[in-house]
């Protein structure tokens, strides 16, 4: 297991300006991470300023791995755009719009093939056409969802993993789908795919379970990647490890050897650096990685 950071650790700038991939590889670097993430999140974003959305994306993705080459830097996990909730009657869609979410999940796939990541973490679909969507109704509508990605996935020699989530909005009305291990568990094994496996991302975990080491233990070999964050029991925070929150990760870091778990441990603290001036980030970033070694040593000594 490798320590690693997402792209995505460095977020907007103060300014309001993005952080371009080739300059967040670069700053991932200088703080010690050659092992990366590619966040793909705003592929599907006009106007984020996102290298898959041009007519020159497959340039684009050339000058990345490119750059990545030169500075020593290998990827390991991507994160193609996430739009949980795609068949919402209330955001009327229109088939452009759910045209443009699909050809740039399918321009990350591409890319994350092409540069070598082994993992491509793509949230569920929680079905809410309905005020009340059964466990099967979910899971048909997540295996609808999936099915053709996996086909890219496996056409451009990567895979799926599918993240855990929890429920985000203010009022808690109603779970994510997946924000309980049995659910990711049914999605996982319903489309039965050697490119298919799960992500857990451990602040999630935390707003869903006081105690989130049995539903970790209960995913066992299906966990491909990890989303490393730390939140309290209510937001989610992507915090560094240690910082305002109460994951208990000197038992999480001897679970991951015990499930001989052989992806990397991936940061993914985006929060922590939100609001963070340019000139600090730097130092910011190298604290991160030493906390990170401190976390790899628990793991070692387990």
């Known amino acids: 297991m490798r320590l690693a950071t997402s792209t995505c650790i460095f977020p907007k700038r103060r300014d309001g300006s993005y952080t371009t991939l080739i300059d967040s590889i670069s700053m991932?670097?200088?703080?010690?991470?050659?092992?990366?993430?590619?966040?793909?999140?705003?592929?599907?974003?006009?106007?984020?300023?996102?290298e898959l959305l041009g007519d020159d994306w497959e340039r684009q993705i050339d000058l990345i791995g490119n750059h990545a080459a030169k500075l020593g830097v290998t990827f390991s996990q991507s994160h193609p755009p996430y739009d949980s909730n795609i068949w919402r009657a209330d955001r009327k869609l229109s088939a452009e719009e759910r045209d443009l979410y699909f050809e740039?999940?399918?321009?990350s796939l591409y890319a994350s093939g092409k540069l070598g990541v082994k993992w491509c973490v793509i949230h569920a679909q929680t079905d809410v056409l309905e005020n009340e969507c059964s466990f099967d109704q979910n899971l048909r509508r997540n295996i609808e969802f999936y099915s053709p990605l996996v086909e890219w996935a496996k056409q451009y020699r990567t895979g799926i993993a599918i993240e855990n989530m929890a429920e985000f909005n203010p009022d808690k009305t109603r779970m994510r789908f997946t924000a309980v291990v049995e659910e990711q568990i049914a999605i996982i094994d319903a489309l039965n795919d050697p490119a298919v496996g799960g992500c857990w991302d451990f602040g999630h975990a935390r707003m869903v379970y006081r105690d989130q080491v049995p539903a970790l233990r209960k995913l066992g070999h299906r966990l491909k990647a990890t989303h490393v964050q730390e939140s309290n029991d209510t937001d989610d925070n992507h915090y560094i490890p240690f910082i305002r929150g109460n994951i208990p990760w000197e038992r999480i870091m001897p679970l991951l050897k015990e499930m001989d778990y052989q992806g990397d441990f991936t940061y993914e603290i985006h929060g922590f650096f939100a609001g963070i001036p340019d000139a600090l980030r730097p130092s910011a970033g190298r604290f991160a990685y030493e906390v990170g070694q401190y976390l790899m040593g628990l793991y070692h000594k387990a």
């Open 28 to 50: 991932c670097r200088a703080c010690g991470f050659d092992v990366i993430d590619l966040n793909f999140c705003n592929a599907n974003r006009p106007g984020s300023g996102s």
């Open 104 to 107: 740039s999940v399918r321009r």
